[in-house]
């Protein structure tokens, strides 16, 4: 596989999309690589349907285990239609979420376990794992109220959850974190928009230098 394949990830409302928003037009004007933009549960037509019953406040009936094979089955149809040509044909892949979610999500905050979760996973997957993950750090509070802030209308089932499974969403994440130092780079997301956006850029800048070059 040849291209490059980067996620971020971070408990609610750490404020990955809005990065996003902001890196990804300065990666794209310094690199002459393509650049594929894409999230999950989603990505693709099938993937958003998923997401779509995943999501929906309706369904307080979901099994916690239902919610993580659904999970997992968006994901693996994201990687075949989306990621997988991509890598292949030498893009950059910038993904909002991918497997660290599932386990800190479905494994830790909905207590699945974390390595059952990790496990069901690789069949999704076939073992494809992020090159770097950006991590972007905050308190479950701190998230919790800039949703409440500034999306209420937009608020979800996983939204919706108490504040413990948040805590236990983000703790699992600091484990992950410790546990593979090299792939999850730790951004500290309670700074100011700009010097996260000012983080996230130079752990980029020193993980593919060849991006930046002029
Ligand atoms: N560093 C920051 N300081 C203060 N507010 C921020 C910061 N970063 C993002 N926000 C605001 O917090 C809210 C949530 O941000 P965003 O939707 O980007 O988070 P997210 O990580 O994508 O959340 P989710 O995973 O729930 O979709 C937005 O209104 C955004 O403007
Ligand atoms: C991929 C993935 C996501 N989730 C959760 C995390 C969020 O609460 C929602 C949707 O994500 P978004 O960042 O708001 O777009 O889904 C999850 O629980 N497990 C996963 O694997």
Same mark, same amino acid.
């Given at each position: 596989?040849?291209?490059q394949f980067i996620t971020f990830e971070g408990p609610d409302g750490a404020g990955?999309?809005? !990065?996003l928003e902001a890196v990804v037009p300065i990666l794209r004007e310094m690199s002459s690589k393509e650049i594929v933009v894409?999230?999950?549960? #989603? #990505?693709?037509? $099938?993937?958003?349907? $998923?997401?779509? !019953?995943? =999501?929906? @406040?309706?369904?307080?009936?979901?099994?916690?285990?239902?919610? *993580?094979? =659904?999970y997992a089955a968006a994901r693996r149809q994201h990687i075949v239609e989306k990621i997988q040509p991509a890598l292949a044909a030498d893009q950059i892949v910038i993904?909002?979420?991918? @497997?660290?979610?599932? $386990?800190? &999500?479905? #494994?830790?905050?909905?207590? $699945?376990?974390?390595?059952a979760v990790a496990q069901m996973n690789l069949f999704a997957t076939d073992g494809l794992t992020p090159d770097l993950t950006l991590y972007l750090d905050v308190p479950s509070e701190v998230g919790i109220a800039r949703i409440k802030q500034h999306r209420q209308t937009q608020y979800d089932r996983l939204d919706q959850e108490k504040l413990a499974f948040h805590q236990k969403v983000r703790q699992a &994440?600091?484990? =992950?974190?410790?546990?593979e130092p090299k792939r999850i780079q730790t951004i500290d997301a309670t700074a100011s928009f700009e010097? @996260? !956006? *000012?983080?996230? =850029?130079?752990?980029?800048?020193?993980?593919?230098?060849?991006l930046f070059e002029e």
């Open positions: 596989m040849a291209g990955k999309t809005s !990065v894409t999230r999950e549960p #989603g #990505g693709n037509p $099938i993937s958003e349907k $998923i997401r779509q !019953v995943i =999501l929906d @406040v309706a369904n307080t009936a979901m099994d916690d285990r239902t919610e *993580a094979l =659904l993904c909002d979420r991918f @497997v660290d979610s599932s $386990i800190a &999500y479905q #494994g830790a905050g909905r207590s $699945i376990g974390e390595t &994440y600091l484990k =992950l974190a410790q546990a010097a @996260v !956006v *000012a983080q996230c =850029l130079a752990v980029l800048k020193q993980h593919y230098p060849s």
